[in-house]
């Protein structure tokens, strides 16, 4: 498959990339950043580009099959207002419809959307001071996709962690399953990699944890 992965050039975004190399797809990195990309591959298309860009994205999106959204924010961005997460899905959402890409892979977090209501009761208040803001802009980043027309898949990983690739995570698909819990950013990539050809989890939204 032709893969476009935005967010490429760090954390699980770049473990996504690898990953899908070695499973064989092509895969189009674009980030802003993606000439830093440590990756050498005949099947490996470095873009740089900014992801809330109609121009950069459309570009990007030219002769794909599948898109994955990785965006993340650093720790200096948690304390003030964020928007990069729906700005980039709203103009990646409009570009995909231009392009007849209908494959919409993307990387949320537990506690967004409707997973926030099984944070527990002792981690609700510091999840809020802390993570608030940018997982109020993942929230409305899921509504957006959920209301489009994509053939999507939102993954949401609970606290991440630098550990291997083991592919023992549990998938946790019913509501009544959702909990918080460790998993590694290379099981996310994992998961984000499978869904390139798996049809399972179209239109759902689980909790990935250990």
């Known amino acids: 498959m032709r893969v476009l992965i935005i967010g490429a050039s760090k954390g699980i975004g770049l473990e996504t990339t690898r990953q899908a190399l070695?499973?064989?797809h092509s895969v189009r990195a674009l980030a802003r950043s993606a000439a830093a990309i440590a990756i050498s591959n005949p099947d490996l298309e470095k873009i740089r580009g900014d992801a809330s860009k109609t121009e950069d994205v459309e570009t990007a999106l030219v002769g794909m099959d599948v898109?994955?959204?990785?965006?993340g924010v650093?720790?200096?961005?948690?304390?003030?207002?964020?928007?990069?997460?729906?700005?980039?899905?709203?103009?990646?959402?409009?570009?995909m419809r231009v392009h007849g890409v209908?494959?919409?892979?993307?990387?949320?977090?537990?506690?967004?959307g409707n997973s926030?209501?099984?944070?527990?009761?002792?981690?609700r208040l510091p999840f809020q001071v802390v993570f608030g803001r940018v997982y109020g802009d993942k929230s409305l980043q899921e509504h957006l996709i959920q209301e489009s027309a994509t053939d999507?898949?939102?993954?949401?990983?609970?606290?991440?962690?630098?550990?291997?690739?083991?592919?023992?995570?549990?998938?946790l698909s019913d509501s009544s399953q959702w909990r918080n819990?460790?998993?590694?950013?290379?099981?996310?990539?994992?998961f984000l990699v499978q869904q390139i050809e798996d049809r399972k989890y179209i239109r759902q939204a689980p909790v990935l944890v250990n």
């Open 116 to 123: 926030r209501a099984s944070i527990s009761c002792a981690q």
């Open 102 to 112: 209908k494959r919409l892979i993307c990387l949320t977090g537990f506690g967004a």
């Open 181 to 190: 819990g460790i998993i590694s950013r290379a099981d996310v990539a994992d």
């Open 74 to 95: 650093g720790l200096g961005e948690l304390f003030r207002p964020v928007h990069l997460f729906s700005d980039a899905t709203r103009v990646l959402i409009a570009a």
């Open 152 to 171: 999507w898949t939102i993954a949401r990983p609970g606290v991440l962690t630098g550990g291997p690739r083991t592919g023992r995570y549990k998938i």
């Open 22 to 24: 070695d499973a064989g």
């Open 67 to 71: 898109v994955i959204q990785t965006l």
